[in-house]
């Protein structure tokens, strides 16, 4: 069955970075969109960033433009996320999804703070 696990989440300080992962599993990887969303307790979940299937078009949420990226590696069937800049109002708990058939991982917690 589809899983996705995501991992690199912890405390960085403002203007550190982080690099999170999403190891995929049963499914073709490379033939989906995946995104990136994220919550905290007082906000709906939101869109972070998406990735198409062929590595080619990404999407960034303006919130986050310029300071994240989101790479995949087909290869080793993982989706990341890479988080430069870190500000304190990027702390929440990060999700991996496939949106074909909307399936989620478990999130990762990101704290930044001093």
């Known amino acids: 069955q589809v899983q996705l696990v995501e991992s690199g989440g912890g405390l960085a300080q403002p203007g550190g970075s982080l690099r999170l992962s999403c190891a995929a599993s049963?499914?073709?990887?490379?033939?989906?969109?995946m995104n990136w969303f994220r919550q905290t307790p007082w906000k709906e979940r939101e869109f972070v960033a998406s990735i198409s299937s062929g590595d080619t078009s990404t999407n960034y949420a303006d919130s986050v433009k310029c300071r994240f990226t989101i790479p995949r590696s087909n290869a080793k069937k993982t989706l990341y996320l890479q988080m430069n800049s870190l500000k304190p109002e990027d702390t929440a708990v990060y999700y991996c999804h496939r949106p074909h058939g909307d399936y989620w991982g478990q999130g990762t917690q990101v704290t930044v703070s001093s």
């Open positions: 049963g499914f073709a990887f490379s033939s989906y969109v």
